[in-house]
């Protein structure tokens, strides 16, 4: 046993035992490869070939996007006014009323048979199934779901259902994304950015709303804001964009609010309100739809009737409001411009929030975004009849975009999505009011969003918060523990264990018991393997194996690397401990790290969140009472109270 001085050849004494010869040494350690500088982000040159893939991710979900748009069409065409036709319709112009009470049952019942013999992925809103198949699905999603799922939403929606196309477009936009990967030789990580990419390409080509498409991709889809993935998903918004301006054009789906550039303060007031009552709504909304949920789970029918019966409390509510049926974008634009009656107001808000609520509860086909534009636009416009009068349909607006933030939990993503839809500008910073205040509401009473509640009841976690990985902030020469004992390749377990029972030995007895991970050497000084503890208390006392032949390779690190590289290393190779070596010359040994360090690196950020203290005062310090204070953080501690060396000595001679 050697002190840790390796920029010498250590000699050999007569009497001991020769080097094993070349053959029965270890395979030498592989050290870490060189890596670059380190920066702000990891970009690796594979990005830029995920993001050309996504060029025709992109393309291929804008035209599924606006097929759909059009079989929706064509649908209501059919089932409502008796006509083959892709025009814009509504189901509620219909003068038939028994149309109106039995075309959402009759769209119930296909839905259900396709969703029990085609895929039950099909059922729901689209976004629980997008996140579902990246969380535990390795973004694989079925070739089929990308036919099935826009046909049964535009047959759930064409029938009659107070649906939006956006949940499933982003599911069938993300099949296209996940079905080209699944051809190609992919990670499941860059699987997971094409899927993502087409369902914000879809999003985006739906409502003309590319940066929202990708707001919605980081805030719900994505887990993670780095340049590998939100490249790809801008590369496919921009393009599905683009592919669908010569179809649908570029004006804003809901324009004429009208907002003027400067607003009353008592304004800015009254959007906190309007948020509040947002945030209000975002929770009873989500609260019906889990409670419908639940009640059709107690029926004694399969599954597969139930959205007939959802299509019923359509059908019902379409009588008593028959302009809640379908995505309504007409009303929408009515709430928008302030042209809205009361009889409307009030309708919307109540009829449309319940038939949505209890039917999607029922498991049919359909979005969440195109209802709460109208129910959050009707909020608004009630608002607007008490509210003193900005513009027509300003409070519509800002009602529309803080129902979003306490529906989806996404303020950003509902922020921009507003302003993009009509081109508001002077209407962002009291949308930044509302939705954020609506978002803080919602996420204290609520653990669980609408989108994400029904993963929740599946057994799965899912966590939106982002921040910054404590481990990659700390760099390896920080926390290193330095090395106390090493061994020659000659040595013998059992020389080891003579010498450690030796009543006055030379060595660092302390140093052994603490560092449980000890290199070998060989006679040229070159690191030749780790041998550890465990190998001498397993060990026979009369073992004359030498530890060249007992030592296996060591996982090395750099000192200038990331623990949580470091973190990533340990879990490949399965180990719990790594030889920290010079990266000028590998065979110098510069220390040890342990899982201890790493976890000491996830102590310092407890201690960062945790720990309160006051760092200024206006009492002078002279007149402060004493108190015992110490420095706030602690790189390195010993574990604990160490007993003398000679009993912890006694302690161990039984083992080693």
Request: hydrophobic share 45%; charged share 15%.
């Given at each position: 046993?050697?002190?840790?001085?390796?920029?010498?050849?250590?000699?050999?004494?007569?009497?001991?035992?020769?080097?094993p010869s070349p053959a029965a040494r270890p395979a030498r350690p592989a050290h870490p490869p060189k890596i670059a500088s380190l920066g702000d982000f990891h970009v690796p040159p594979r990005v830029a070939v995920i993001a050309a893939l996504a060029l025709p991710v992109g393309a291929a979900a804008a035209l599924v996007a606006v097929g759909?748009?059009?079989?929706?069409?064509?649908?209501?065409?059919?089932?409502?006014?008796?006509?083959?036709?892709?025009?814009?319709?509504?189901?509620?112009?219909?003068?038939?009323?028994?149309?109106?009470?039995?075309?959402?049952?009759?769209?119930?019942?296909?839905?259900?048979?396709?969703?029990?013999?085609?895929?039950?992925?099909?059922?729901?809103?689209?976004?629980?199934?997008?996140?579902?198949?990246?969380?535990?699905?390795?973004?694989?999603?079925?070739?089929?779901?990308?036919?099935?799922?826009?046909?049964?939403?535009?047959?759930?929606?064409?029938?009659?259902?107070?649906?939006?196309?956006?949940?499933?477009?982003?599911?069938?936009?993300?099949?296209?994304?996940?079905?080209?990967?699944?051809?190609?030789?992919?990670?499941?990580?860059?699987?997971?950015?094409?899927?993502?990419?087409?369902?914000?390409?879809?999003?985006?080509?739906?409502?003309?709303?590319?940066?929202?498409?990708?707001?919605?991709?980081?805030?719900?889809?994505?887990?993670?804001?780095?340049?590998?993935?939100?490249?790809?998903?801008?590369?496919?918004?921009?393009?599905?964009?683009?592919?669908?301006?010569?179809?649908?054009?570029?004006?804003?789906?809901?324009?004429?609010?009208?907002?003027?550039?400067?607003?009353?303060?008592?304004?800015?007031?009254?959007?906190?309100?309007?948020?509040?009552?947002?945030?209000?709504?975002?929770?009873?909304?989500?609260?019906?739809?889990?409670?419908?949920?639940?009640?059709?789970?107690?029926?004694?029918?399969?599954?597969?009737?139930?959205?007939?019966?959802?299509?019923?409390?359509?059908?019902?509510?379409?009588?008593?409001?028959?302009?809640?049926?379908?995505?309504?974008?007409?009303?929408?634009?009515?709430?928008?411009?302030?042209?809205?009656?009361?009889?409307?107001?009030?309708?919307?808000?109540?009829?449309?929030?319940?038939?949505?609520?209890?039917?999607?509860?029922?498991?049919?086909?359909?979005?969440?975004?195109?209802?709460?534009?109208?129910?959050?636009?009707?909020?608004?416009?009630?608002?607007?009849?008490?509210?003193?009068?900005?513009?027509?349909?300003?409070?519509?607006?800002?009602?529309?975009?803080?129902?979003?933030?306490?529906?989806?939990?996404?303020?950003?993503?509902?922020?921009?999505?507003?302003?993009?839809?009509?081109?508001?500008?002077?209407?962002?910073?009291?949308?930044?009011?509302?939705?954020?205040?609506?978002?803080?509401?919602?996420?204290?009473?609520?653990?669980?969003?609408?989108?994400?509640?029904?993963?929740?009841?599946?057994?799965?976690?899912?966590?939106?918060?982002?921040?910054?990985?404590?481990?990659?902030?700390?760099?390896?020469?920080?926390?290193?523990?330095?090395?106390?004992?090493?061994?020659?390749?000659?040595?013998?377990?059992?020389?080891?264990?003579?010498?450690?029972?030796?009543?006055?030995?030379?060595?660092?007895?302390?140093?052994?018991?603490?560092?449980?991970?000890?290199?070998?050497?060989?006679?040229?000084?070159?690191?030749?393997?780790?041998?550890?503890?465990?190998?001498?208390?397993?060990?026979?006392p009369d073992d004359r194996t030498p530890l060249g032949e007992l030592a296996r390779p060591a996982v090395t690190a750099y000192n200038d690397e990331t623990l949580r590289t470091i973190a990533n290393r340990m879990a490949t190779h399965h180990v719990t401990r790594v030889v920290i070596v010079d990266r000028a010359d590998p065979d110098r040994?510069?220390?040890?790290?342990?899982?201890?360090?790493?976890?000491?690196?996830?102590?310092?950020?407890?201690?960062?969140?945790?720990?309160?203290?006051?760092?200024?005062?206006?009492?002078?310090?002279?007149?402060?009472?004493?108190?015992?204070?110490?420095?706030?953080?602690?790189?390195?501690?010993?574990?604990?109270?160490?007993?003398?060396?000679?009993?912890?000595?006694?302690?161990?001679?039984?083992?080693?």
């Open positions: 046993m050697t002190t840790p001085d390796h920029t010498r050849k250590p000699e050999r004494a007569p009497g001991e035992h020769a080097p759909l748009l059009k079989l929706i069409a064509l649908f209501t065409n059919l089932c409502f006014h008796g006509r083959f036709s892709f025009g814009s319709s509504t189901p509620g112009s219909t003068s038939h009323w028994w149309l109106v009470l039995f075309m959402p049952i009759v769209g119930g019942l296909v839905i259900g048979l396709m969703a029990r013999y085609g895929s039950e992925k099909i059922r729901g809103h689209g976004m629980p199934e997008a996140i579902e198949s990246i969380l535990v699905g390795g973004s694989k999603v079925q070739p089929r779901l990308a036919v099935l799922k826009p046909v049964s939403s535009a047959i759930g929606i064409g029938t009659g259902g107070p649906f939006g196309a956006e949940g499933p477009i982003i599911m069938t936009g993300g099949a296209v994304g996940s079905i080209l990967a699944q051809f190609l030789h992919v990670t499941t990580d860059e699987r997971k950015t094409l899927l993502v990419a087409g369902s914000a390409a879809g999003m985006a080509a739906t409502f003309n709303s590319p940066l929202a498409a990708i707001l919605l991709a980081v805030e719900l889809l994505l887990f993670e804001w780095r340049p590998r993935s939100y490249i790809p998903v801008a590369v496919a918004a921009v393009t599905a964009t683009l592919v669908r301006e010569p179809v649908l054009g570029s004006a804003p789906l809901f324009g004429g609010a009208h907002v003027p550039v400067q607003l009353p303060l008592s304004a800015y007031g009254l959007c906190l309100v309007a948020g509040l009552a947002a945030g209000v709504l975002a929770l009873g909304a989500t609260a019906l739809v889990y409670f419908s949920e639940d009640l059709f789970a107690k029926l004694p029918l399969h599954w597969m009737w139930w959205p007939a019966i959802g299509g019923l409390i359509i059908g019902v509510g379409g009588l008593i409001e028959p302009r809640a049926l379908g995505v309504g974008y007409d009303v929408i634009d009515q709430l928008l411009t302030g042209r809205a009656t009361v009889g409307l107001i009030v309708g919307i808000l109540v009829v449309k929030t319940l038939i949505w609520g209890l039917s999607l509860g029922s498991g049919t086909s359909g979005g969440v975004l195109a209802p709460m534009f109208m129910i959050g636009g009707a909020l608004g416009a009630a608002e607007g009849l008490i509210f003193p009068t900005v513009s027509p349909g300003f409070w519509a607006l800002v009602s529309l975009a803080g129902v979003l933030g306490g529906v989806m939990r996404s303020p950003l993503t509902g922020i921009v999505f507003c302003l993009e839809l009509t081109h508001e500008m002077n209407a962002m910073l009291p949308m930044v009011i509302t939705a954020s205040s609506a978002y803080l509401l919602s996420v204290i009473v609520l653990k669980r969003s609408v989108l994400t509640e029904k993963l929740a009841r599946r057994g799965l976690h899912l966590t939106r918060e982002y921040s910054v990985d404590p481990l990659e902030v700390h760099l390896v020469r920080q926390l290193e523990t330095p090395i106390t004992a090493t061994f020659r390749t000659d040595e013998t377990v059992a020389d080891i264990k003579r010498e450690l029972n030796a009543p006055h030995g030379s060595h660092d007895f302390d140093g052994f018991l603490a560092q449980r991970l000890y290199p070998v050497m060989d006679p040229a000084g070159h690191l030749a393997g780790i041998v550890t503890r465990s190998d001498f208390l397993l060990s026979s040994l510069e220390g040890l790290l342990s899982l201890r360090q790493l976890l000491e690196a996830r102590r310092i950020d407890q201690h960062e969140e945790h720990h309160s203290e006051r760092v200024l005062t206006l009492v002078p310090r002279r007149f402060r009472p004493a108190t015992a204070s110490g420095p706030s953080v602690v790189v390195a501690q010993s574990p604990g109270p160490v007993a003398p060396a000679t009993e912890r000595r006694d302690a161990v001679k039984q083992d080693v």
